[in-house]
């Protein structure tokens, strides 16, 4: 075996312990997460006299569910709607300017499918048909999917970071275990000055000597001009609104006292958790607890409602599939 051979091994056994390295601690912090929620969970059980799976019955038995699915269903075609007129928008301003807003609908929706595994299989799949049907090269198709990704973040801190100064007295309730009040305001100014710097560099106007603006997975980013960031949140936009009056909603429904402006404050704050790398969005079934303290068994109506959000959503999908495996593959 040649040096260079044994370099390669060596290089993919280090690869693959510091996979397993990080799979094992995403795995750990996420069981963490769970016994907090579920500690949580017992000490108000106890409080009225009850075992904690009870009180977890008693709490989802007296919820409306017909009702919930009468919010949750058009929520998620709603959601998809949104979504995929977005995605839409992107690929037409960075990858192919004639392509048609009906041959992106069934891509968008069979990545659900694929998204119940890994969200970011998902998003391959649209770059597949970019390169499949329209020769887009596969780095660049992926350059749009960052665009996205980075546009679905700052959505969440502008919404939050106008829900926050709204409600800053519900965030310096909530700031009990956390220092929330501190946290949130340091982050949304971190963000907000970064935005411009980052727009400016990819743009070519600051740093020019620094070249790692010019590989092939930037490619939206270098293209992209303040409009198109502004554009972008604007389109997607409605898909947050209508979660914070659905969640909003459905909280009522499980008998639980929340307002829509806590939900404004909260909501984008709770789903920048769920992007954490944990399994089960452990991250943002804890904050549930935390944000709202008198109401712990909240931790497992978020699992409840993203388990079925996502199962709908993957359920588009297979509407979709047929077509989606034409445009792919045929």
Known sequence: MTESEQLTRSERKQKKAGKWLFSGCTWVLTAACFYLV?????DAAARENQAAIEYLLIFFGQANWLLWLGIMIPYSIFFFVVDAHVTWRVIRWF??????????????????ILSLVNEQVGKGAMSLYLLRRHDVPGWEALSSMIFLGIMEIYQLLIFSSVGVLLGFELVMEASSILPLDVI?????????????????????HVLKKFSIRDRGVFHALRQGKPRHY????????????????????????????????QMLAFLPVIFLAAALPLPFHA????????????????????LVMHTFFVMFNAVIGTLFLTRANRELFD
């Open 38 to 42: 579920w500690g949580k969970i017992d």
């Open 95 to 112: 990858n192919v300017s004639e392509i048609k807003l009906n041959a992106v609908l069934p891509i968008r929706a069979s990545a659900y």
């Open 184 to 204: 949130l305001p340091a982050v949304f100014i971190g963000a907000f000055i970064y935005l411009p710097l980052h727009i400016a560099y990819f743009r070519g």
């Open 230 to 261: 502004l554009l972008t949140f604007l389109f997607k936009a409605p898909n947050l609104v209508g979660a914070v009056v659905v969640y909003t909603v459905a909280l009522e429904l499980f008998q639980v006292d929340v307002s829509f402006g």
């Open 283 to 302: 991250g943002a079934l804890l904050l549930w607890t935390v944000l709202f303290p008198e109401y712990p068994a909240v931790g497992a109506f978020s």
